[in-house]
C-alpha cells in the first residue's frame, strides 16, 4: 500500500528579501553590514599594533645610537640609521655570548629527559596492569595541586650536592604533573586492539612504547616540548636560588641583571665607539626572545590538537 504524497511546503516568503539573503539568514549566515565590519576592523588593527608596537620599539632601540635615543625620549621606533654595533659588542665572547650557550644547553638537555621521563611516566600510567598504578597516580595529582615550596626546594638541592650545578636548573623541574597527565589522556585514547595486536607479534612493553605510541603522539608530544623549552629557557628564579658562580648564569639572569636592574654592560670594541647602555640592553632582550619565536611556529600546528585531544579523556 502506497502512501499518498506529501504536500510540498511553500518557501517562506520575506518582502523586500531576494532567494539568496534569504537563505543566509536562515542558515545563520548573514554577513554584517558593511560599518559593522569596519569598526571590527579597527578594532583588530588597534589590538595589533598594540600587541607589535613594544616589539618594535625595542627592536629598534637596539639598532639605535645614543643621539636618536636622545631625542625619542628613552625609545626608538624607527632609527634613522640603524646600526648592529650592539650585537657585535654583546657576542664578542662575553657574559652574553656565555649565558646564551649555557642557556641553550639547558633547554636542549632539560627538554629531552623531560619528554622522555615524562613520556615513559604517562604509557606507565596508560597501562591498568602496572605496579602501584593508583598510588603513583594519586601522587601525579597530589603534585598539580600542592608544592613543597621554596626553601624545602633548597634545602633537597642542597642536601644532593647540586648548588651551583647546571643539573640544578634541570633536575628540580624536569616532571610536571600536568604533562604526565596530558600524555596518559593521549595514550588511553589509542585503541586496545593495536597494542594488544603488538603483544601478539611478540612485541614488549618498550617496543610498544617506541614504535607505536610515541608516533601516535607527536602531537602531544610537540606540546610538551614547547612547553618544556619555554620553561627552561624563561627559568630565572632556580638560577638566583641555585647558582653562585657567575659564569654558569643562563642567558635570563642576565637580563634581569643588566635590564631589570639597570646595571652597566661593559664591552670592548675595537675603535672609539661605544653602543649606548640602552641599545645593550634592548639587543640581549631580543636575544633572549628570538629562540622561541623561532621554535613555536613549527610547533604550532600540533599545538592546540595535541593540548584538546589530550584533555579530552584523563
Known amino acids: 500500500m502506497t502512501s499518498p504524497p506529501r504536500k510540498k511546503r511553500k518557501p517562506v516568503t520575506i518582502p523586500g528579501m531576494s532567494q539568496s539573503a534569504r537563505l543566509r539568514a536562515i542558515n545563520g549566515a548573514n554577513p554584517p553590514s558593511i560599518p559593522i565590519r569596519i569598526l571590527k576592523g579597527i578594532v583588530l588593527l588597534i589590538a595589533s599594533l598594540l600587541v607589535i608596537m613594544p616589539f618594535?620599539?625595542?627592536?629598534?632601540?637596539?639598532?639605535?645610537?645614543?643621539?636618536?635615543?636622545?631625542?625619542?625620549?628613552?625609545?626608538?621606533?624607527?632609527?634613522?640609521?640603524?646600526?648592529?654595533?650592539?650585537?657585535?659588542?654583546?657576542?664578542?665572547?662575553?657574559?652574553?655570548?656565555?649565558?646564551?650557550?649555557?642557556?641553550i644547553l639547558i633547554t636542549l638537555v632539560g627538554s629531552a629527559l623531560s619528554v622522555t621521563v615524562v613520556t615513559?611516566?604517562?604509557?606507565?600510567?596508560?597501562?591498568?596492569?602496572?605496579?602501584?598504578?593508583?598510588?603513583?597516580?594519586?601522587?601525579?595529582?597530589?603534585?598539580?595541586?600542592?608544592?613543597?615550596?621554596?626553601?624545602?626546594?633548597?634545602?633537597?638541592?642542597?642536601?644532593?650536592?647540586?648548588?651551583?650545578s647546571y643539573w640544578s636548573l634541570i633536575l628540580p623541574t624536569m616532571v610536571s604533573g600536568f604533562?604526565?597527565?596530558?600524555?596518559?589522556?593521549?595514550?588511553?585514547?589509542v585503541p586496545k586492539e593495536i597494542i594488544e595486536a603488538a603483544r601478539i607479534d611478540g612485541a614488549g612493553e618498550f617496543r610498544i612504547?617506541?614504535?607505536?605510541?610515541v608516533?601516535?603522539?607527536?602531537?602531544?608530544?610537540?606540546?610538551?616540548?614547547?612547553?618544556?623549552?619555554?620553561?627552561?629557557?624563561n627559568a630565572?628564579?632556580?638560577?638566583?636560588?641555585?647558582?653562585?658562580?657567575?659564569?654558569?648564569?643562563?642567558?635570563?639572569?642576565?637580563?634581569?641583571?643588566?635590564?631589570?636592574?639597570?646595571?652597566s654592560i661593559g664591552v670592548d670594541l675595537p675603535g672609539d665607539y661605544i653602543p649606548p647602555q640602552q641599545s645593550l640592553q634592548m639587543a640581549i632582550l631580543v636575544v633572549s626572545l628570538v629562540p622561541i619565536c623561532m621554535v613555536y611556529p613549527f610547533l604550532q600546528k600540533h599545538f592546540a590538537k595535541g593540548v584538546i585531544i589530550g584533555a579530552v579523556k584523563g
Open 179 to 189: 604533562q604526565v597527565i596530558l600524555m596518559r589522556g593521549f595514550f588511553l585514547e
Open 215 to 233: 608516533p601516535l603522539s607527536k602531537a602531544a608530544l610537540a606540546v610538551i616540548a614547547l612547553f618544556n623549552a619555554v620553561s627552561y629557557w
Open 56 to 103: 618594535v620599539a625595542v627592536i629598534s632601540t637596539s639598532l639605535a645610537d645614543q643621539s636618536q635615543i636622545n631625542a625619542a625620549g628613552g625609545y626608538v621606533l624607527f632609527p634613522e640609521k640603524p646600526t648592529l654595533a650592539a650585537y657585535e659588542a654583546i657576542f664578542r665572547g662575553g657574559v652574553v655570548t656565555r649565558a646564551t650557550i649555557v642557556s
Open 209 to 213: 612504547l617506541t614504535t607505536i605510541m
Open 120 to 164: 615513559m611516566l604517562a604509557y606507565a600510567l596508560s597501562r591498568p596492569g602496572t605496579f602501584a598504578h593508583r598510588p603513583i597516580l594519586l601522587m601525579v595529582l597530589f603534585t598539580m595541586l600542592f608544592s613543597a615550596g621554596m626553601i624545602p626546594n633548597y634545602l633537597l638541592v642542597k642536601q644532593l650536592g647540586l648548588i651551583d
Open 236 to 263: 630565572f628564579f632556580n638560577a638566583v636560588l641555585y647558582i653562585n658562580s657567575t659564569e654558569k648564569w643562563p642567558l635570563q639572569l642576565v637580563l634581569r641583571t643588566y635590564v631589570v636592574d639597570n646595571s
